[in-house]
């Protein structure tokens, strides 16, 4: 388990689960991060944030199945959100032509004993005509580059799903 000053206020040390922070909490963190919540907004934000946590824990877990015979059971063990970070992946694809993400975290698994950093890049999907807000999320859910490991994960995951033809569907 992380130190408690790396876990957030409502995560109990101890704790088996993930905890996440109530509709009055989610508030207060907008709030201290200079944001304009409206309070009768939060239950639907806070169920959008939870389901994109959930979606990026699926992301997660589909790169920990490359190693379920070493660890067949991973857990969150920290993360830390950091919206004004480009990873160097966003800042090659924003010098291609691909817009920003608008988040970025880190999340630390605990691979059995071992920590592996991911890092999660959050993109806002295009408009649909007629509305002015995006109305999806893309995630881009990858182990960092911290060890050869990672690396290698990476290659095979890329490699699989060029082989796989999942790139030409629409």
């Not at 691979?111 to 993109?123: K, L, N, P």
Request: hydrophobic share 40%; net charge positive; glycine share 6%.
């Amino acid at each position: 388990m992380a130190p408690p000053s790396k876990l957030p206020p409502h995560q109990q040390p101890g704790h088996d689960y993930w905890v996440y922070p109530s509709e009055q909490m989610f508030y207060n963190a907008m709030k201290r991060k200079g944001w304009d919540p409206q309070t009768e907004d939060m239950r639907n934000v806070v169920a959008i944030h939870n389901s994109v946590n959930e979606r990026a824990w699926r992301e997660v877990m589909a790169w920990e199945r490359l190693h379920c015979e070493e660890c067949p059971n991973p857990r969150l063990k920290r993360f830390q959100g950091r919206p004004s970070d480009l990873s160097p992946k966003a800042r090659l694809l924003n010098f291609v032509g691909f817009g920003l993400p608008f988040d970025r975290h880190d999340w630390v698994v605990d691979r059995c004993g071992r920590e592996v950093r991911y890092v999660i890049d959050f993109y806002n999907g295009a408009p649909q005509p007629g509305q002015a807000a995006p109305v999806a999320f893309f995630l881009d859910v990858r182990p960092a580059l911290d060890s050869v490991e990672a690396v290698w994960d990476r290659i095979r995951m890329q490699v699989a799903w060029v082989v796989s033809g999942r790139w030409m569907e629409r």
